[in-house]
DNA sequence: GAATCGCCTTAACGCGGATCAATTCCGCTT
DNA sequence: AAGCGGAATTGATCCGCGTTAAGGCGATTC
């Protein structure tokens, strides 16, 4: 089942078992991609979407300095760029930031789940609308957290989104990235989140060496970058679903 | 018409004449409401979109001290919650910023046209992803411009949008805001703003007092702002559409 | 016409994070 | 074991922007 994390504990209980069918035979091919290439850039047409089966990638932009800024981060089970269907174009680069296997469904294939299940459509439009929601609350952290905030909410995030997928038990995770990643994704130097990361460690709260996350207090984690992870749209965040 | 001004200018070519009927009467009501006025806070739920007919919205979250981030800024023709029909809560609030006319559709007539027209459906989704393409530069602007460069490109970006709706010749356009908004849109203080309006004026790049832009000298702008406005999404920067 | 209010404006001061530059660490190669 | 390259680490210096505070100006109200 190569769909099997996409949604999951995201109202992936409100896809039919057709559904989940339809999806899966949409897939036309399953690829294996390296460590830090670029598959998309921005400004070209695209026709087919990528979900990313396992692994990690990102999606950025640079600046005229050619400095980048990240602005998504995607593990598996993510629909990298279903946006690409409806926006045709993309207005970003998409990029692994691991070593990834990945399922890709041609546009041709969505055009029909748009014309015949409109359950299947409404909630591919979901899955598009939370990677929305977490931009906004990148936004947010950029706008008025400072480094050691920033540097937390990213982290909380991460493990959030590694958890609802299984690839975390919320106290320890592989995160093979660098610590330059993590200023492209915060908006700070290299240097600067070096400085921050030793406090976070200083002060028992995580600890991030040679790719793998420790969180040890999580409260306090959590209070540092003022994290809600209510913008996640997670199953057990839903007080009334219906 | 009360759908005018939806997706002018952005592949609206692509609607139907009975698409454009079909949201036309999906309209509930349609009603004014002040400058400054909260209507949506986040994690209610949520019954019905809002199309914004005249003036303008934001969407924003509050920090713990009560410090406010500007995610969004919306003009005529915007489907400002649109998300809110896939999302059924928000992760944010939605207010008014100028007095604004407002048109209501109720999620029920959106899920009927989920149903029965996909190219409306595929359609509206393209419009929410705009707004996400929109999130992206912001996460960008904040992440990698300074405050010369942010308060730049937010009038670009407006000045921009103006434009595609006829609210804006390019050069002079009314926008009933203050300095302190501009700060919460661009993360930083109004003290700042301040301080970087003064250099645009005295640079003769550009002007904002009591409530009006005069943009002098264009090309300086953008490049301050590094702005290309391929992000929007409208017609003229489609090289191949279709 | 005095008082109030919202907003703009400017100045003084301090800090957070950028910048620049070394140094250390570690995994890999040979 | 030595050599190498990428990443982590640390220090010194600088400056952009926040903070605080004070004053100005036009619009509104009584």
Redesign the pocket.
């Known amino acids: 089942m190569l769909t099997k994390d996409f949604l999951r504990d995201r109202h992936r209980s409100e896809l039919t078992k057709d559904d989940i069918a339809a999806l899966e035979s949409s897939i036309s091919e399953v690829k294996d991609y390296g460590a830090r290439e670029t598959l998309i850039r921005a400004g070209e047409r695209v026709r087919q979407s990528t979900l990313l089966l396992e692994g990690l990638m990102c999606r950025y932009m640079d600046d005229r300095q050619g400095?980048r800024q990240l602005v998504a981060v995607h593990v598996a089970g993510d629909f990298v760029d279903l946006h690409g269907f409806p926006l045709r174009r993309l207005d970003h680069d998409v990029a692994t930031l691991t070593e990834v296997r990945l399922a890709f469904v041609p546009h041709g294939k969505l055009l029909e789940i748009v014309a015949e299940r409109p359950n299947l459509t409404r909630i591919l439009w979901f899955s598009t609308l939370i990677d929305a929601a977490m931009h906004r609350e990148w936004i947010f952290r950029l706008g008025r957290?400072?480094?050691?905030?920033?540097i937390a909410h990213f982290f909380c995030e991460i493990d959030a989104k590694l958890q609802a997928v299984n690839r975390s038990d919320g106290h320890h995770f592989p995160l093979p990235?660098?610590?330059?990643?993590?200023?492209e994704a915060c908006?700070?130097?290299?240097?600067?989140?070096?400085?921050?990361?030793?406090q976070l460690?200083e002060e028992g709260v995580m600890t991030?060496?040679?790719?793998e996350v420790a969180i040890l207090d999580r409260k306090r984690l959590e209070r540092i970058a003022e994290f809600d992870p209510h913008y996640l749209y997670l199953d057990e965040n839903d007080p009334d679903r219906n």
Do not use: K
Not at 145 to 150: E, T
Not at 177 to 183: A, F
Not at 208 to 211: A, D, I, L, T
């Open positions: 400095e957290l400072n480094a050691y905030g920033r990235i660098n610590q330059n990643d993590l200023g908006g700070m130097t290299g240097v600067h989140v070096n400085r921050i990361l030793r460690r991030f060496r040679g790719g």
